[in-house]
């Protein structure tokens, strides 16, 4: 039987899970889209007509047959019980949470009503909430998805939700829940804790505000994001962001030693090489 | 007797010299732009009319009203003691190197029979060279200028040169050269050794950077800085430049203990504010 996808209810109406919505539409869903999310998102969402109606946890869980978990990770995980509970068998939960060890392996022991198939979209915004959201957002964008095995991508319901974030513009990628992990606490996780540790060096009336160019500006940018929003990272990703931050540590003692000689001239070709390496990739 | 400013020479017609020259011009000088650079450099440079003539050291030197020096550090320092044999007494010197102590300190020495007075204008681009100038480069950018006193400013000439910094769009500060080395060291040389670190930790092939997004590709930019750039910064700045890393490397191993802690709390509102300053000031 070919998987359907007639309703689509988003948990976190905000800037990921709203932006899903509204991509959603531009891409010709023409089905339901349900959220739940606070009393104040969901007026605001309506009002954007970003979502058809606001419902509670238990009546979107029994309704849709795309199950979109885009609140913080400590949310996800609590909701994860009471969706089993209502699920209709053939639909398929995902999320959008940006460490994905913790949930996929929660999932595996709390969700056995339907399938879940964790996720991960490489895209975001300085801007947090529903009025940041945006239908672009993952156009051009990587979107990771986290099967435990291979099989999980080639059912009905997984092959479709591979079909829509095609046609949202966003690329599939494949990985390993650890993997992923492991590569995020370089790729996403250290850049912030490098980037809010710059900027943590600038005392309040120091000159060297005054003393600053354009380069400080790029580097504190990630800076100006609030702990919010990593804190449930940090706490489902530890061991990997600290063996991270080790050899980002170890890099910085070595670059100390040998600022000025040619080995730190191999550093910076070396260095170079895979700033390109990631821009060709983009 | 009032400072006239009827001949300028550019030493290093590169992004920086080549940029000066094409923002006198649209400011409205009226007067003489020379060139010392490479052959090919002068060439293309003609070719953009971005000087009116190339000429050797000591043409320039004999004629200009303004020397501006905007090779690499350690051409600069070798410049001085033929500057100084053919100055007229009236020139002003200045230099647009991205270090300040050293070079205000030769010079201090070696440049007798004119004024002399360091800079460093806080712009820039990835791309170098004349093919880079750009006559907007310095708009809306900070112009630092670091005299060894207050009456280094108050002369004729150097108040000629401030008039034209703020005629190209620039904002004139002024700095102590060991204060704006120190400064430097926090804003523009550990940012850029933050980024090359970040790159460095990703080696080729790696599933890395297939699971990044835009954040490290921000994070990354100064990486593509070429270490020629870098080496005379490095080797003119070093006690500033291990100090500001050893303070970073202690920032970033609190940071690795206190990861998912409230306390951690404090240290990304302190950066947010930090980054909010910086941004405020633009």
Redesign the interface.
């Known amino acids: 039987m070919p998987a359907s996808m007639e309703t689509v209810a988003i948990f976190g109406v905000g800037l990921i899970g709203g932006s899903f919505a509204l991509a959603l539409r531009k891409a010709g869903f023409q089905g339901r889209i349900l959220g739940v999310s606070s009393p104040a998102t969901i007026e605001r969402a309506l009002e954007l007509k970003v979502i058809d109606s606001g419902v509670t946890e238990e009546e979107a869980a029994t309704a849709a047959d795309l199950i979109y978990l885009a609140e913080p990770i400590h949310r996800i995980l609590e909701r994860l019980p009471a969706l089993n509970r209502c699920v209709k068998p053939e639909a398929l939960i995902t999320d959008a949470g940006s460490t994905k060890s913790t949930i996929v392996e929660r999932a595996s022991r709390e969700i056995s009503r339907c399938q879940f198939l964790g996720g991960h979209p490489?895209?975001?915004k300085e801007r947090r909430g529903i009025d940041a959201a945006d239908a672009d957002l993952f156009v051009g964008?990587?979107y990771?998805l986290t099967p435990r095995s291979g099989a999980d991508t080639a059912t009905p319901a997984a092959a479709l939700l591979l079909e829509w974030i095609s046609k949202i513009g966003a690329i599939a990628?494949l990985?390993d829940p650890d993997?992923?992990d492991r590569?995020?606490a370089?790729?996403?996780h250290?850049?912030?804790?490098?980037?809010?540790?710059?900027?943590?060096?600038?005392?309040?009336n120091d000159?060297?505000?005054?003393?600053?160019?354009?380069?400080?500006?790029?580097?504190?940018?990630?800076?100006?994001?609030?702990?919010e929003t990593?804190?449930d990272i940090?706490?489902t990703n530890?061991p990997a962001?600290?063996q991270?931050?080790?050899?980002?540590?170890r890099?910085?003692?070595a670059?100390?030693v040998m600022?000025?000689s040619q080995r730190?001239?191999e550093?910076?070709?070396?260095?170079?090489?895979?700033?390109?390496?990631?821009?060709s990739?983009?």
């Open positions: 490489l895209a975001g964008r990587k990771v990628v990985a993997e992923h590569a995020v370089y790729t996403s250290l850049p912030q804790l490098a980037s809010t540790a710059l900027a943590a060096l600038l005392p309040e000159r060297k505000i005054d003393l600053s160019g354009p380069a400080l500006v790029d580097m504190t940018r990630l800076a100006l994001s609030p702990f990593w804190h940090f706490s530890k962001i600290q991270a931050l080790s050899n980002y540590i890099t910085l003692q670059f100390s600022l000025d730190m001239k550093q910076f070709d070396r260095a170079a090489g895979a700033a390109k390496r990631l821009r990739d983009e």
